[in-house]
């Protein structure tokens, strides 16, 4: 089994940044594909990055690109998320995931493990 916690949010005004980190316990990560997703009151989880094992291949939805990084430290068995410029349509609770295949997965259903999420709200 793996745990992860997510850390780092909060509240912020439009155009800051500030930093996601989703630290795994229980069994090394290093092998496993990650992604974080977002969800915004009333709304469905939506996608927002994904890494790969190797951390050789990133996938980010359009609405982030440019403004958001993805990466991980295998090491600290950490995952994190850049995110700079934010805007207020950004605000939602951010979850961390992992999947067992390795991928840079978009799918909430490829999956395997989530974290209980960090609150980010951006003001305008």
């Known amino acids: 089994q793996v745990q992860l916690v997510e850390s780092g949010g909060g509240l912020v005004q439009a155009g800051g940044s500030l930093r996601l980190s989703c630290a795994a316990s229980?069994?090394?990560?290093?092998?496993?594909?990650m992604g974080w997703f977002r969800q915004a009151p009333g709304k469905e989880r939506d996608f927002v990055a994904a890494?790969?094992?190797?951390?050789?291949?990133?996938y980010y939805t359009d609405s982030v690109k440019g403004r958001f990084t993805i990466s991980r430290d295998n090491a600290k068995n950490t995952v994190y998320l850049h995110m700079n410029s934010l805007k207020p349509e950004d605000t939602a609770v951010y979850y961390c995931?992992?999947?067992?295949?390795?991928?840079?997965?978009?799918?909430?259903?490829?999956?395997?493990?989530w974290g209980q999420g960090t609150q980010v709200t951006v003001s305008s």
């Open positions: 995931a992992a999947n067992v295949g390795g991928g840079t997965y978009s799918y909430t259903g490829e999956y395997d493990y």
């Open positions: 890494i790969s094992w190797s951390g050789a291949t990133t």
């Open positions: 229980g069994r090394t990560i290093s092998s496993y594909g």
